[in-house]
């Protein structure tokens, strides 16, 4: 008996990640952030320093901790171009302050993938495959994408949302606005009806789908933290009330 338990041990440990039995939690999360030539080093800093404040910040941790599995897996990666698309973080479980903390250092410790135009649906299409590889499960799938322009590369980038959303992955947005007046091509950064108007009509899709607006790259981590817990402490908040 101590022979079969050791060999299905071995057999176990030998199997490669994608045929194990995946570990469950409440939410898959892929943060998808826009490293374009607009966002400028100081800007790229103000977002980073940001994303790690908002992933760590109390309120955060304790959303992710309120439902049924008390924790999330997030997976952080940067896109520009169509063909510029980074995992910065691989997919890693948040599921206590110290965790959350973790992930936070490794995003300021890591450099900048690079800086490049935009293309918003090869980001969305680069998220999707990400989902395809995470040893964690989840029926709750959602991709964040912060960007601070339009989409001007790749394919139609409301193609890549609707083949997301057929998929029943919800695609989410922050959006970064960029005053008019410091704006090297107004085009991109302030299409008309204004950029959150852009992102409602052509990247956001899914349940409950929605924008959250950052003034600018500073108020990146305030914007962000509040979006991340409308998304985290929501789902957990309807999970609970269908369990009752």
Not at 13 to 36: F, G, I, T
Not at 58 to 82: L, Q
Not at 89 to 100: E, L, N, T
Not at 195 to 202: A, D, M
Request: with cysteine.
């Amino acid at each position: 008996m101590r022979l079969i338990v050791a060999l299905l041990g071995t057999i176990l440990a030998l199997m490669p990640p994608a045929l194990r039995a995946a570990e469950p939690v409440d939410m898959l999360l892929v943060l998808a952030a826009d490293v374009s030539r607009s966002v400028t080093d100081p800007k790229f800093r103000l977002q980073r320093e940001g994303a790690a404040a908002a992933i760590t910040h109390p309120d955060v941790v304790r959303a992710i901790t309120s439902g049924p599995h008390r924790r999330i897996a997030v997976c952080f990666v940067e896109w520009a171009s169509a063909n510029m698309q980074n995992v910065v973080i691989d997919w890693m479980v948040i599921g206590d302050g110290a965790a959350a903390r973790r992930f936070g250092d490794k995003l300021i410790e890591t450099p900048r993938s690079f800086a490049g135009s935009t293309s918003i649906s090869a980001a969305i299409d680069f998220a999707m495959g990400q989902f395809e590889r995470a040893p964690f499960a989840s029926d709750r799938r959602v991709i964040d994408v912060s960007g601070d322009g339009n989409n001007i590369g790749g394919r139609l980038v409301t193609d890549a949302r609707d083949d997301a959303v057929a998929k029943n992955v919800t695609i989410n947005a922050l959006v970064i606005l960029t005053p008019i007046e410091e704006a090297f091509r107004p085009e991109h950064t302030n299409p008309p009806g204004g950029l959150e108007k852009y992102f409602q009509e052509n990247v956001i899709g899914g349940p409950g789908a929605f924008t959250i607006v950052a003034e600018n790259h500073g108020a990146f981590g305030r914007s962000l933290t509040k979006k991340l817990i409308q998304e985290i402490a929501g789902f957990s908040r309807n999970e609970l009330a269908a369990g009752d």
